[in-house]
């Protein structure tokens, strides 16, 4: 069983940057991707980039270099710098964790709010 625990996030000006972070407890495996999710009112949840040895890293379309995430193996952490944020950027990010067939760990999110 792998437990996840988020923090960092908030409110935060258009324009501006945060930082996301998330531990986790339990047998991890590192070519399993861990990573960030988002989902805003009204909208599927979706992807925000994940990590992994055997995969590198995976970005979301509306990223466009703007978010960078890494991880640490030994500690069992992720996070996500946010810079130029946007009003759209506004939702709950989840932290998780995949392993096969479709076996997701998720953490309990941490709303980031974008003022304009």
């Known amino acids: 069983q792998v437990q996840l625990v988020e923090s960092g996030g908030g409110l935060v000006q258009a324009g501006g940057s945060l930082r996301l972070s998330c531990i986790a407890s339990?047998?991890?495996?590192?070519?399993?991707?861990m990573g960030w999710y988002r989902q805003a009112p009204g909208k599927q949840r979706e992807l925000v980039a994940t990590?992994?040895?055997?995969?590198?890293?995976k970005y979301g379309d509306f990223v466009r270099g703007r978010f960078a995430i890494s991880r640490d193996y030994d500690k069992k952490t992720v996070s996500l710098q946010m810079n130029r944020v946007t009003p759209d950027d506004t939702a709950v990010y989840y932290c998780?964790?995949?392993?096969?067939?479709?076996?997701?760990?998720w953490g309990q999110g941490t709303q980031v709010t974008v003022s304009s």
């Open positions: 990590v992994s040895t055997i995969d590198g890293t």
């Open positions: 339990g047998r991890m495996f590192d070519f399993r991707p």
């Open positions: 998780n964790y995949k392993l096969p067939l479709d076996v997701n760990y």
